[in-house]
């Protein structure tokens, strides 16, 4: 979530009956971070055991209201620092005043919709609907570059990140777009829900859907011919390879790892299927599982400098930028004169937070091609950081 608000310790003080509707609210509303108590008199108690950055509490709480634990809680420091929400039923204007008078800032009033309690969680941060609104389209610019660029994986990320920052139709429906690129149909079709939740007359959001469900059945019918072909007795190893890769689509990741391993077991020196193992997994984000199956790649062939820049990726986006800088620097020493191998590892240099060093392997990269216009840019930018 913009903002990193998505993992806020919120806490619900709300009777049993709303507890549930609450956390549904928070949960569709982008937060995760949550817990609750159902009796008024014990809130006090349990808060100092854990405090919570966020207190949402029902201003109707039987025993002990919700204006009595805002008022205990102004009476000691520590609680007083609490952001605070209170929860109110339609008040008379007397009711309201005596709450402001309190001190009582904010509140959402009931019934409320998953958009208001998201308004009132950034408004204690200082953050109005505006200001994520716009955070949300600069994000979403970024977006659409990934996306024409067809790295969508990143573009996925950024989109949804644009959605948690400003809830809008457009976000989920290239959220799903994204998901139908990646082969996730169940994803995209969720995704494209969302968005006719949100506009219902979104442009093309019925032939988007509709491509979603037709690819969903295709690949149903891609993958039984799949099993088919690989359960033949005279299957080859890489026919377990595509069945794999199958299940990947179909995110029957467990299925995927076993029709992986009986590739492997068949032919443990087959180079080629572990690196197509290794990718397909990459692909779909599994990062560590790809680290495995490159690892297990250069060890049957360690000439392959391939896979090494293709190890390394699957470190970097699990931020093991050490492990990473040590298989480029592996991959070197196989192949001194890459300058795609020193170009590598100064963005990994650069990302575990060794400048210079990322520097100085940019230099190396363009000593070997002076004409390497992508390092030379890079090393600009790394220069007016």
Same mark, same amino acid.
Request: glycine share 6%; with cysteine; net charge neutral.
């Given at each position: 979530?913009?903002?990193?608000?998505?993992?806020?310790?919120?806490?619900?003080?709300?009777?049993?009956?709303? /507890?549930?509707?609450?956390?549904?609210?928070?949960? &569709?509303?982008?937060?995760?971070?949550?817990?609750?108590? #159902?009796?008024?008199?014990?809130?006090?108690?349990?808060?100092?055991?854990?405090?919570?950055?966020?207190?949402?509490?029902?201003?109707?709480?039987?025993?002990? #209201?919700?204006?009595?634990?805002?008022?205990?809680?102004?009476?000691?420091?520590?609680?007083?620092?609490?952001?605070?929400?209170?929860?109110?039923?339609?008040?008379?204007?007397?009711?309201?005043?005596?709450?402001?008078?309190?001190?009582?800032?904010?509140?959402?009033?009931?019934?409320?919709?998953?958009?208001?309690?998201?308004? #009132? !969680?950034?408004?204690?941060?200082?953050?109005?609907?505006?200001?994520?609104?716009?955070?949300?389209?600069? /994000?979403?610019?970024?977006?659409?570059?990934?996306?024409?660029?067809?790295?969508?994986?990143?573009?996925?990320?950024?989109?949804?990140?644009?959605? &948690?920052?400003?809830?809008?139709?457009?976000?989920?429906?290239?959220?799903?777009?994204?998901? !139908?690129?990646?082969?996730?149909?169940?994803?995209?079709? +969720?995704?494209?829900?969302?968005?006719?939740?949100?506009?219902?007359? =979104?442009?093309?959001?019925?032939?988007?859907?509709?491509?979603?469900?037709?690819?969903?059945?295709?690949?149903?019918?891609?993958?039984?011919?799949?099993?088919?072909?690989?359960?033949?007795?005279?299957?080859?190893?890489?026919?377990?390879?595509?069945?794999?890769?199958?299940?990947?689509?179909?995110?029957?990741?467990?299925?995927?790892?076993?029709?992986?391993?009986?590739?492997?077991?068949? $032919?443990?020196?087959?180079?080629?299927?572990?690196?197509?193992?290794?990718?397909?997994?990459?692909?779909?984000?599994? =990062?560590?599982?790809? $680290?495995?199956?490159?690892?297990?790649?250069?060890?049957?062939?360690? &000439?392959?400098?391939?896979?090494?820049?293709?190890?390394?990726?699957?470190?970097?986006?699990?931020?093991?930028?050490?492990?990473? !800088?040590?298989?480029?620097?592996?991959?070197?020493?196989?192949?001194?004169?890459?300058?795609?191998?020193?170009?590598?590892?100064?963005?990994?240099?650069? $990302?575990?937070?060794?400048? +210079?060093?990322? !520097?100085?392997?940019?230099?190396?990269?363009?000593?070997?091609?002076? $004409?390497?216009?992508?390092?030379?840019?890079?090393?600009?930018? =790394?220069?007016?950081?």
């Amino acid at each position: 979530m913009a903002h990193d608000l998505s993992e806020t310790k919120i806490l619900i003080i709300d009777t049993q009956a709303e /507890i549930r509707n609450m956390r549904e609210a928070l949960r &569709e509303a982008g937060f995760n971070s949550l817990s609750d108590i #159902s009796s008024g008199l014990k809130a006090l108690t349990e808060i100092k055991k854990a405090i919570p950055q966020v207190m949402i509490v029902n201003y109707n709480l039987p025993q002990y #209201s919700g204006l009595q634990i805002f008022k205990s809680m102004q009476a000691d420091r520590t609680l007083a620092a609490i952001k605070f929400i209170m929860v109110i039923p339609k008040m008379n204007k007397k009711e309201m005043a005596e709450m402001m008078k309190q001190g009582v800032k904010n509140w959402v009033e009931r019934p409320f919709g998953t958009d208001d309690l998201r308004e #009132s !969680i950034f408004k204690v941060f200082g953050m109005g609907i505006a200001d994520l609104k716009i955070a949300g389209d600069e /994000i979403k610019k970024d977006a659409y570059q990934y996306f024409e660029n067809k790295e969508f994986e990143e573009a996925l990320k950024k989109f949804r990140e644009s959605g &948690e920052a400003y809830v809008c139709a457009e976000c989920y429906f290239m959220v799903g777009r994204c998901y !139908i690129e990646l082969g996730m149909y169940d994803q995209a079709i +969720a995704s494209f829900q969302n968005t006719m939740k949100e506009d219902r007359r =979104y442009p093309e959001i019925d032939k988007w859907m509709g491509i979603a469900l037709q690819k969903k059945k295709d690949s149903q019918g891609e993958l039984a011919t799949l099993e088919r072909a690989a359960a033949d007795k005279d299957a080859k190893a890489n026919a377990h390879v595509d069945l794999g890769k199958g299940y990947l689509s179909a995110e029957m990741n467990d299925k995927a790892d076993n029709a992986f391993a009986t590739a492997t077991k068949m $032919e443990p020196g087959n180079v080629e299927n572990r690196k197509n193992i290794g990718n397909a997994y990459l692909e779909k984000g599994l =990062y560590e599982k790809a $680290e495995s199956a490159f690892g297990a790649a250069i060890g049957v062939n360690p &000439e392959d400098i391939a896979l090494y820049n293709r190890m390394a990726i699957a470190l970097r986006k699990q931020e093991k930028y050490k492990e990473a !800088i040590n298989i480029y620097i592996k991959a070197i020493r196989v192949a001194p004169r890459d300058e795609g191998l020193f170009y590598n590892l100064a963005r990994a240099l650069f $990302e575990s937070g060794d400048k +210079a060093k990322a !520097i100085k392997a940019l230099d190396k990269a363009i000593a070997l091609d002076t $004409e390497f216009a992508e390092a030379i840019a890079l090393k600009k930018e =790394y220069l007016a950081e």
